[in-house]
């Protein structure tokens, strides 16, 4: 099977560095040596999820997860190796080779048809809508009062009926096959093909890299449903997309606005509000939140103020707030109830005054908590302060708390002594308040090798110690540890298997950098990071070796005396054998004693 060489593996991992990659995805902070964050794949109050710049590993303490960048972005993007090579190659602006044969070269190959198809359809439907076919969907356009410039930035069309964009699909020479796993086309029991959108106004959906991906479909007239959308294939992954941010993350801006429908973002784009996205349906999903938060330092939610708008802003809050996101909440004033329907009632000047008033995350919980208990009478103040003390608890920033609390004192009548002195209530209380950013406790791994006995901790830190001196890239341990210790002699299986790995590579001569890639285990390369991860505290890399060599001997006599001794007390052991065994046994005993 094809694959990229060695060199341009590495010269793609190298090209990205860690801390940088990892930064977009997971807000770190520096701590020593290392930066800490709050893991991604696991949930935690706590950071335990680590990244060294030096090593360019990540490790988490939590979970155990680890590797370098590419198995980072490969886990936390659902990748498989190629692919994520594909995206850090293109990140770092690395041109890869085109790979020929294989099955992955296959899907390759389909996914670029498919590409191809989605460029011309899309094209297709956008000359439609200029047709004469098309009065009402230029109709519509023209009631939505949307400019020639933004149905081109949108490349926004007009699907026409039955069978008309399968048959100009075939005459570009495109086969069934390709054309199916577009899921532009279906295909009937009896064999015959028809159009997946028909009379519908198009919008097609585009990724960051402006290929289009999927399609969204709009119905012209009151029939149902009113929008359909492409179903997930071989290009397309709803929840890993937004519509638009392939134009957004050109505003130059550094805060994007993330609406409900492809409407309100377009027609803000054409009065001017040119960073906006809408989710592809309300429920946001994690990957959409970190596309989010890798382009803007700001995220404003300006969902619709209905139900399922609220709702979904609650859901949208939440798993930005686990991203670290810096979270906004747009609040529209005046009689409209979407972004689209306000700014064409009032105006951009004045929605953009709504941008810069939206507020925080802390200030839309206590308000929707104020809605909910309606302050009026004692015992629902004490509740709201109650609740209130819960929110602000989630504040780990001082200042930012002291302006909450002044804020929310004035704003609704509660004392600030009052705030101030349940929030204390609540802290002596809560073992789950604001922690202080620290490197947490390493995780236990397992205390039993491969035949099932116990192995203690002390062995576990002393066979982690070899390995992590043996890839040390500072010295070269590897003939000086394995003239005395084999891979055998590891007790815990882990340990045993990345050993005669690193025997194996050592042996041919193989230098002691970029170790990881000999692993493809995610069991060994969660462990060999979480050696490289840990600070054994060695002050002297060449008296460790020493100590833990003559360590390793003087156990290897201590089993040997004690198979002796036993041999010695079996009744079968020949009177020549037991003369011969007593000769070793006082040699040991000799040895031992000049290694105290």
Known sequence: MARYSDELIDEIRNSNDIVDVISQYVVLKRSGRNFFGLCPFHKEKS?????????????CFGCGVGGNVIHFVSKIENLDFKPTLELLAERSGITLPTLENGEDANRLKLKEKVYQI?????????????????????????????????????SIGFSTNFDELYKALKGQGFTDEEILASSLVSKSQKGQFYDKFKERLMFPIKDVQDRVIAFGGRVLDDSKPKYINSPENIVYSKGRNLFGLNIAKKSGKDKIIIVEGYMDAISLYQRGITNVVASLGTALTEAQGRLLRKYASQVIIGYDADGAGQAATIRGMEILQNLGCDIRILQLDGDAKDPDEYIIKYGSGRFEKCVENAISLVEFKVRTLKNTLKVETASDKIKFLNEIVKIL??????????IYIDKISKEYGISKEAIYGEANKASNNNSQGIKVLQRPIGIKHT??????????EALIKRENMIISLLINPEINSYEQISRKINPEDFKLG????????????????????????????????NHITSIMADDFEISDNKKAIEDLLNLYEKEKMLDEKTKILKKLENTDTTKEEAIELEKRLSNLIIQIAKMK
Not at 127 to 153: C, H, I
Not at 447 to 456: A, F, L
């Open 393 to 402: 608890s989630k504040v780990d920033n001082n200042i930012e708390r002291e």
């Open 447 to 456: 205390t039993k090798n491969n035949n099932n006995e116990e192995v203690s």
């Open 494 to 525: 882990v340990n045993k298997k990345i050993a005669t790995i690193l025997y194996e590579h050592f042996e041919k001569g193989n230098s002691n950098s970029d170790i990881l890639s000999l692993f493809s285990e995610e069991e060994l390369i």
């Open 47 to 59: 950071p335990s999820f680590s990244v060294s710049p030096d090593k360019q590993i990540f490790h």
């Open 118 to 154: 989605n460029k011309f359809t899309a094209n297709y439907f956008h000359e439609n809508l200029y047709k004469p076919t098309a009065k009402e969907a230029q109709g519509y356009v023209k009631k939505r009062k949307l400019d020639n410039n933004t149905l081109k930035t949108f």
